[in-house]
């Protein structure tokens, strides 16, 4: 069976937790699209880890970890994450990566300052060459991780892509030489050239023999490039639609799409937020949740639940269930909202426009009553106090799509699943 895991967000979602969780019954955990500047943060036996790159199914000792064609890996960051989970005592023989996958490579950062720079109003890239290593693939000026098996042809290719890139982007040779493109490369194809393969055979063999595989999105379709806030998104597509281009997989395989949320809104950095609150209430939610970014440390902006990115995210990704992440978060509260609907120029919206108007538009809240009780550990969906009960009820209602998971902690057994 094939099971997609996407973020029904900005990205956050505690995607992280639910993959760790489902995770247990997959054969396969693939990565399908982004690279390591998100981060899930995952917390279980052996500690504590914030992932970049490896699928968090890296901790379960029967699962293999693939990392799809549509994912771009910077060598030299994937080495350390491997080597801090080897020294974790964790196997990382079970990782494969697509000999398709593009390289970010070093001059790919420093495009990332160099346009950012350049830049009137700031994207908030993480700078880590991402969005460059996507444009380079589009521009086919990308290299392949295959690409690593012919070390001289590899140094050929680089330096001519180096060079080239030079020449388009002026200045960008005070960033570093050839030297500093080159020899991190070089130094990191000796760790990952084992690891890298055709992934292709080896989804289809799983197909044939009835795996379950596990498709693991980064960020969210708020962050989508084709449908979340544009220009403040990733330069790839987390939605459910590309687990078919960046695994390689036809869309007739997947049966189960698993759209992950949280009880509430957060987002990091720049573009739209319609419901993000600059008050208290945003201020509770940040500090309870500790909404920091994984990787970056950057505080996140908190808000109410925002049901028209929930809606529009049931249509494009076609979730078959949610999980609801972080509900133990709004204890405390006496009244809690959600944003049943935007209002942009006197109509009333469903679903979020595209991003340029999107700034304009205004939340319709409708309020629902708050509990007091801690829900940490409740185990079963009959333990949460009725309010929280009426606040899962009234997201499936207005969604369409059953909450089948109920995450009340950061914790494996904190996950209330629901029949
Ligand atoms: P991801 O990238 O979507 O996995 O999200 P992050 O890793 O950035 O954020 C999830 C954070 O929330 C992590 O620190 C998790 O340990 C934590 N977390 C996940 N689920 C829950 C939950 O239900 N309650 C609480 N309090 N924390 C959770």
């Known amino acids: 069976m094939f099971h997609a895991v996407v973020g029904a967000q900005y990205g956050d979602e505690g995607k992280g937790k639910m993959v760790d969780y489902l995770a247990e019954e997959a054969d396969i955990v693939v990565r399908y699209q982004g690279g390591g500047n998100a981060g899930h943060t995952i917390v279980n036996a052996y500690g504590k880890f914030a992932l970049h790159l490896v699928p968090s199914g890296i901790f379960h000792p029967h699962t ?27 196997d990382t023989r079970r990782i494969v990566i697509s000999d398709r996958a593009h390289m970010v490579l070093p001059y790919h950062i420093w495009q990332d300052q160099w346009e950012e720079e350049a830049r009137s109003k700031k994207v908030g890239t993480t700078l880590q060459g991402i969005g460059p290593a996507y444009q380079d693939k589009v521009g086919r000026f990308g290299i392949q991780m295959g690409e690593m098996r012919d070390v001289a042809r590899l ?8 060079e080239a890139k030079c020449r388009r982007l002026p200045g960008l040779e005070r960033y ?11 130094a990191a194809r000796d760790v990952l050239l084992p690891y890298i393969t055709d992934t292709t055979p080896l989804l289809y063999e799983a197909a044939k023999a009835n795996k ?50 949280k009880a509430y809104t957060t987002a990091v950095g720049e573009g739209p937020f319609p419901t993000e ?29 925002d049901l028209p990115a929930l809606r529009y995210g049931a249509w494009i990704n076609g979730y078959t269930e949610l999980a609801l992440m972080k509900l133990d978060v709004l204890s405390g509260l006496d009244e809690i909202r959600v944003a049943v609907a935007y209002e942009l120029d006197g109509h009333r ?32 969906f009959d333990d949460l ?23 009340v902690g950061p914790s494996r057994e904190q996950t209330i699943v629901r029949g």
């Open 349 to 380: 919206l469903d679903w979020p426009p595209a991003a340029y108007d999107m700034e304009r538009a205004k939340p319709v809240y409708h309020a629902l009553p708050g509990w007091q009780e801690d829900i940490s550990d409740c185990r079963t």
């Open 212 to 261: 379950h595989v596990l498709f693991e999105g980064q960020l969210g379709i708020m962050r989508d490039l084709d449908w979340g806030v544009y220009p403040f998104v990733t330069s790839s597509n987390p939605i459910a639609g590309a687990v078919c281009s960046g695994a390689g997989v036809p869309p007739t395989q997947i049966e189960r799409i698993t759209g992950i949320t």
């Open 277 to 305: 609150l600059h008050d208290e209430y945003g201020a509770f939610l940040r500090d309870r949740g500790h909404e920091y970014g994984a990787t970056t440390g950057r505080p996140r902006g908190c808000g109410w639940l």
């Open 176 to 186: 570093g030489t050839w030297a500093d493109v080159w020899e991190p490369i070089a």
């Open 64 to 90: 293999l970890c693939v990392l799809g064609a549509g994912v771009v890996v910077n060598p030299p960051k994937l080495v350390e994450e491997l080597t801090s989970l080897a020294e974790a005592g964790i």
């Open 155 to 162: 140094k050929e290719r680089v330096r001519a892509a180096f």
């Open 385 to 407: 106090p009725s309010a929280a009960r009426q606040y899962v009820a009234f997201i499936e209602e207005q969604v369409g799509v059953s909450i089948r998971y109920v995450s």
